[in-house]
């Protein structure tokens, strides 16, 4: 899986954006974009994935460059309960229980 | 909706014990993950199961073993604990074949402190 480079650690606004860069240069052509992330010592919780388009949920917004190397995760209206580490996760399309590689992370702490 | 179910939440060990940590995944969940997250680290793969059959392994110690039943619940055996193993432990749940790569489920976490 094609490793990922993101900031130690964000502030945020509350109620302002939060956009979270990651930098993956190395990934493959079939390997996908996640995001997770992980209140504190709560279990890591799905927040979104996507291949090459740009993808949106409830959560939040997934922008990925043309060339793939990087991506944005975009939370609109970020909360205090958006305060988290957020893991940014390349690896290909699951089909043999494929494990997530967390590396370090970003901290987001959102303030009042 | 159902999440994924972790039992005991909290344990306590004296060194050089054995401890059985167990994980009830989401209903027609068929894939298996565990995680360990030491104090002030990421969370590491220790091993998958995809329909009860080992699937993937990573930096499991050989004091550890695991398995998936024919419920698909899985439980985590560990043995000769060492203070090194105090960490929390998370199970993970998917199902695989969903388009994109299935997203992983996590469970609350057990806690296990080594003394």
């Known amino acids: 899986d094609a490793k990922t480079t993101q900031p130690p650690s964000m502030d945020c606004a509350e109620g302002r954006a939060a956009n979270l860069p990651c930098n993956h240069s190395t990934i493959s052509g079939n390997e996908y974009v996640y995001w997770y992330r992980q209140i504190h010592s709560q279990g890591p919780q799905y927040i979104i994935h996507g291949l090459k388009n740009n993808e949106t949920n409830e959560m939040a917004s997934l922008i990925i460059t043309e060339d793939r190397k990087s991506s944005t995760l975009i939370l609109p209206h970020a909360t205090l309960r958006d305060t988290a580490v957020y893991y940014c996760i390349v690896r290909v399309r699951a089909g043999s229980a494929r494990q997530l590689t967390f590396g370090s992370g970003t901290q987001l702490t959102v303030l009042p | 909706a159902a999440g994924v179910i972790q039992s005991p939440r909290h344990l306590i060990k004296e060194k050089r014990e054995t401890a059985t940590l167990k994980c009830y995944p989401i209903p027609r969940h068929d894939t298996v993950y565990w995680y360990q997250q030491g104090p002030g680290q990421d969370p590491q793969f220790l091993i998958s199961f995809y329909e009860k059959m080992q699937s993937d392994k990573g930096s499991i110690p050989d004091r550890f073993s695991a398995q998936q039943f024919s419920d698909y619940h899985s439980e985590l055996n560990m043995s000769s604990l060492e203070l090194g193993d105090s960490a929390l432990y998370f199970c993970?749940?998917?199902?695989?074949?969903?388009?994109?790569?299935?997203?992983?489920?996590f469970g609350p976490g057990t806690r296990l402190t080594v003394l």
């Open positions: 993970a749940s998917s199902r695989e074949g969903t388009s994109g790569g299935p997203e992983q489920f």
